[in-house]
């Protein structure tokens, strides 16, 4: 099971599709105290892999004690950044303390990564940052969120990640959210979905690349007679800054959480299979497949203001039926 710990708010970046609108919502960060207090709670909820987010998770002043503690204590941690403030002495750092992969994000080419980071720097301190971690053996991956601006771009960007010799490149779907909520123009079709996911496969081909790649299978041709959705699962867990607890991203600032770290214990919370109702609403359909599973109910929900309608996407006369993201490509 997986942890998503955004461990601050905080960021030296104002990404224009921030879900967590870091530098904007105020929340104080995530302490190693906290931490600790949660700590044997994870283990019993069978959490193995922790994910460092924000923010910026370097921006947390107590972060390598709480990658040592984490670490300590047994769990496979990551850490998701912008690459911004990673130096050698940094990357040697996380190193000797543990930390499995870094996943850094790269949305584009030098132009767009930038307006899109709204730093004329952010590209080359990212693309440096990879190369950083890379020498000092640190499992590397380039995060991609593809949108209507970058897609003429990706064929060159993985020409990049595959001659420097990264160990993954993923690729993800823009989602309506946080600061993303103003993209809307730039949110991708299925049907674009389709032809760029292709596009990344061909490319990936001719570079001899195809095992590192990965992109998310946000659509399915058929439905699925049985939940992929990580709430059905209950497989990830989301802790906020604040001490909100989720089971999906897409539902972050909104008033379907769990509950708070800080007010009751994170097992309690998880357990409450009273609280987990509010995400079980009836799927009201607007078509007459039976076998529908009402796909992504927290992009449903982002698309409509609705956790129980249908996905506005959804075109099962096209084989277009959207799935959970959670699912993903093997190249």
């Given at each position: 099971?997986?942890?998503?710990?955004?461990?601050?708010?905080k960021?030296?970046?104002?990404?224009?599709?921030?879900?967590?609108?870091?530098?904007?919502?105020l929340?104080p960060?995530?302490?190693?105290?906290?931490?600790?207090?949660?700590?044997?709670?994870?283990?019993?909820m069978?959490?193995?892999?922790i994910?460092?987010?924000?923010?910026?998770?370097?921006?947390?002043?107590?972060?390598?004690?709480?990658?040592?503690?984490?670490?300590?204590?047994?769990?496979?941690?990551?850490i998701?950044?912008?690459?911004?403030?990673?130096?050698?002495?940094?990357?040697k750092?996380?190193?000797?303390?543990?930390?499995?992969?870094?996943l850094?994000?790269?949305d584009?080419l030098?132009?767009s990564?930038?307006?899109?980071?709204n730093?004329?720097?952010?590209?080359?301190?990212?693309?440096?940052?990879?190369?950083?971690?890379?020498?000092?053996?640190?499992?590397?991956?380039?995060?991609?969120?593809?949108?209507?601006?970058?897609?003429?771009?990706?064929?060159?960007?993985?020409?990049?990640t595959?001659?420097?010799?990264?160990?993954?490149h993923?690729?993800f779907?823009?989602?309506?959210?946080?600061?993303g909520r103003?993209?809307?123009?730039?949110?991708?079709?299925?049907?674009e979905w389709?032809?760029?996911?292709?596009?990344?496969?061909a490319?990936?081909?001719?570079?001899?690349?195809?095992?590192?790649?990965?992109?998310?299978?946000?659509?399915?041709?058929?439905?699925?007679?049985?939940?992929?959705?990580?709430?059905?699962?209950?497989?990830?867990?989301?802790?906020?800054?604040?001490?909100?607890?989720?089971?999906?991203?897409?539902?972050?600032?909104?008033?379907?959480?769990?509950?708070?770290?800080?007010?009751?214990?994170?097992?309690?919370?998880?357990?409450?299979?009273?609280?987990?109702?509010?995400?079980?609403?009836?799927?009201?359909?607007?078509?007459?497949?039976l076998?529908?599973?009402?796909?992504?109910?927290?992009?449903?929900?982002?698309?409509?203001?609705?956790?129980?309608?249908?996905?506005?996407?959804?075109?099962?006369?096209?084989?277009?039926?959207?799935?959970?993201?959670?699912r993903?490509?093997?190249?």
């Amino acid at each position: 099971m997986e942890l998503d710990l955004h461990v601050t708010n905080k960021c030296n970046l104002h990404c224009n599709h921030c879900v967590y609108m870091s530098g904007e919502i105020l929340m104080p960060d995530i302490t190693l105290s906290n931490i600790k207090k949660n700590c044997s709670d994870l283990k019993k909820m069978g959490i193995s892999e922790i994910h460092l987010t924000g923010g910026e998770p370097l921006l947390n002043q107590q972060i390598f004690d709480i990658i040592k503690y984490l670490c300590g204590a047994g769990f496979q941690v990551k850490i998701q950044t912008n690459g911004y403030l990673i130096n050698i002495n940094t990357a040697k750092k996380l190193k000797k303390l543990g930390v499995d992969h870094i996943l850094i994000s790269i949305d584009g080419l030098s132009s767009s990564h930038n307006v899109f980071r709204n730093n004329k720097n952010a590209f080359n301190r990212a693309i440096n940052a990879v190369k950083i971690c890379l020498g000092v053996g640190i499992n590397t991956r380039v995060n991609t969120v593809l949108h209507k601006n970058n897609l003429q771009e990706i064929n060159q960007l993985l020409m990049i990640t595959a001659n420097i010799g990264v160990h993954q490149h993923s690729f993800f779907y823009l989602t309506p959210i946080g600061r993303g909520r103003y993209l809307s123009n730039d949110l991708l079709s299925l049907e674009e979905w389709r032809n760029i996911k292709d596009k990344i496969i061909a490319c990936a081909k001719r570079l001899n690349f195809t095992s590192k790649v990965k992109i998310q299978d946000v659509f399915q041709e058929q439905p699925m007679q049985k939940h992929h959705c990580r709430i059905y699962h209950k497989d990830k867990c989301l802790i906020m800054a604040n001490g909100n607890v989720y089971p999906c991203v897409f539902f972050v600032n909104s008033d379907y959480k769990l509950g708070n770290i800080h007010s009751r214990g994170l097992l309690e919370i998880w357990n409450d299979n009273k609280v987990w109702e509010q995400y079980y609403v009836s799927h009201r359909k607007k078509c007459e497949n039976l076998q529908c599973t009402s796909s992504c109910r927290g992009l449903a929900y982002l698309l409509t203001g609705d956790i129980g309608s249908c996905d506005p996407r959804c075109k099962p006369e096209e084989k277009l039926i959207p799935s959970c993201i959670r699912r993903y490509i093997k190249v």
